[in-house]
Structures are given as C-alpha cells and as structure tokens.
C-alpha cells in the first residue's frame, strides 16, 4: 500500500511542480543555452531500481564533454568546467528539477537513493549485497544521504544511509518520504555541501578523482565474510 500511495504523491506533485514552475524552466532553459554551447538538457545513464539503466535528466551545467575533462565525474570547489550559470543552477539546486519528468515516467520517485551512474559502481552483477540493497527501491531526487550531508559524505557512508532508509520506509512509509522532502528544502536554502569531497587535499584534483573511482568500486564489488558473492 506504501508504494501505491507514495506512486501517486510523486505523480501529483511532479505533475503540480512542473505545471507552477514552467514559466522559471523557461527561463532557466534560455540562459543555459545563452551561456554556454551545448544543449539545454544533460542526459546521463543511471541505475535504478533493481540496477534497470534509464536517462536521468539536469540541467546542463558544465561546459561539453566535461565527462572526459580533466576530474571525469568528480567536481570541486572553483571547477573550471561548471559555467557561470550552471554554478548558481548547482548551488540552489535547480539543475535537479528536470528529474521531475523522471519521477512521472516512473522510473525516479522524489524521495529514495541517488541513483548512480552506470560505471560509477564498476558492475551491477558483482555489486556485494551491501550495495545492492540501495536498488530495491526506486532512487529519489533526494534521499536520506543527501540530508545528512550529500556530496560531503564518502561513498561507503552514503550507502549506509540508503541502506537504512530502505528499512525505515518499511516501518514508518510516507513520513520518512515527508520529513526528507521538508529537510531537503531547507538544505537547498542552507546551499550545504554542493560538490563533491575529494580524498586528500595534498595531491591533485585528477589523481584524487581516480582514486576515488577505484576506491568506491573495490568497496562494491568486496566480498562479504560467509557470502558466495
């Protein structure tokens, strides 16, 4: 029943959202394109639920290609890629809003795990059982992790967390959904942890992005102590 009524809240209030907010979409749309080359829409290969791969949609915030520049899909503070409107878009969050069609095509929903990107977590079908829990419900525009810290938190916490909303949202249902939705709105006004911490600040902004790909997939892919995996 959880999921019926959680179905139709993100359906009812994607749909409210786009409708009120299609006038600023407009206008946000016209200066990424004035801005910077490239187009409005940033489409990017997702997991999502049960590790399905779908297109999940932003704002375009960075300058072309910015996924083969220099940190790949890490960013930092001052990141020459992020063009001047995509820095005002990244820090009131409103490069997300775009996920809002995501959330009505059934494939998002407004609250759950952020989804990864498809080569983020190396394999799905090696993912230990640690990772793979995250998958068994649909991932959110925001999430538990993301209000208790987002792109401040490793890799290996922020699992912890989407571990643990997947059992609270059995327990407690549409009030863990309520109480993050309202927690993420005053983060976004609070403008907290934008980009993405790097592992160490003594080496450089390209070694500390692969080290932390290769660390977040060996912590995935590690196997369990009595598992088969």
Same mark, same amino acid.
């Given at each position: 029943m959880y999921f019926l009524f =959680? &179905?139709? *809240?993100?359906?009812?209030? %994607? %749909?409210?959202g786009l409708l009120i907010l299609s006038p600023c979409l407009a206008v946000i749309a016209i200066a990424v394109k004035i801005d910077s080359d490239g187009p409005v829409i940033f489409k990017q290969k997702r997991l999502g639920l049960n590790g399905k791969e779908f297109d999940m949609y932003k704002f375009r915030t960075m300058v072309l290609n910015a996924e083969n520049i220099g940190t790949g899909l890490f960013n930092y503070d001052n990141d020459p890629r992020v063009t001047r409107v995509g820095r005002f878009l990244r820090e009131t969050s409103i490069d997300e809003l775009p996920q809002l069609i995501n959330v009505? &095509? !059934?494939? *998002? %929903?407004?609250? !759950? +795990? &952020? +989804? +990864?990107? =498809?080569?983020? /977590? !190396?394999?799905?079908? /090696?993912l230990n059982s640690r990772y793979k829990k &995250?998958?068994?419900v649909l991932p959110g525009i925001t999430g538990l992790a993301q209000i208790s810290g987002r792109n401040e938190l490793p890799w290996d916490e922020k699992i912890n967390y989407d571990n643990q909303y997947v059992e609270m949202v059995k327990k407690n249902g549409l009030f863990v959904d309520i109480k993050i939705l309202l927690l993420t709105i005053i983060n976004v006004f609070r403008k907290k942890d934008i980009y993405e911490k790097k592992v160490s600040s003594d080496i450089n902004d390209e070694e500390s992005a692969k080290i932390a790909a290769l660390e977040v997939i060996a912590k995935a892919q590690e196997k369990e102590s009595g598992s088969d995996f």
């Amino acid at each position: 029943m959880y999921f019926l009524f =959680k &179905r139709l *809240m993100d359906i009812f209030l %994607s %749909s409210i959202g786009l409708l009120i907010l299609s006038p600023c979409l407009a206008v946000i749309a016209i200066a990424v394109k004035i801005d910077s080359d490239g187009p409005v829409i940033f489409k990017q290969k997702r997991l999502g639920l049960n590790g399905k791969e779908f297109d999940m949609y932003k704002f375009r915030t960075m300058v072309l290609n910015a996924e083969n520049i220099g940190t790949g899909l890490f960013n930092y503070d001052n990141d020459p890629r992020v063009t001047r409107v995509g820095r005002f878009l990244r820090e009131t969050s409103i490069d997300e809003l775009p996920q809002l069609i995501n959330v009505i &095509r !059934g494939e *998002m %929903s407004l609250v !759950g +795990p &952020r +989804p +990864p990107v =498809k080569n983020e /977590l !190396g394999d799905y079908n /090696l993912l230990n059982s640690r990772y793979k829990k &995250r998958f068994q419900v649909l991932p959110g525009i925001t999430g538990l992790a993301q209000i208790s810290g987002r792109n401040e938190l490793p890799w290996d916490e922020k699992i912890n967390y989407d571990n643990q909303y997947v059992e609270m949202v059995k327990k407690n249902g549409l009030f863990v959904d309520i109480k993050i939705l309202l927690l993420t709105i005053i983060n976004v006004f609070r403008k907290k942890d934008i980009y993405e911490k790097k592992v160490s600040s003594d080496i450089n902004d390209e070694e500390s992005a692969k080290i932390a790909a290769l660390e977040v997939i060996a912590k995935a892919q590690e196997k369990e102590s009595g598992s088969d995996f």
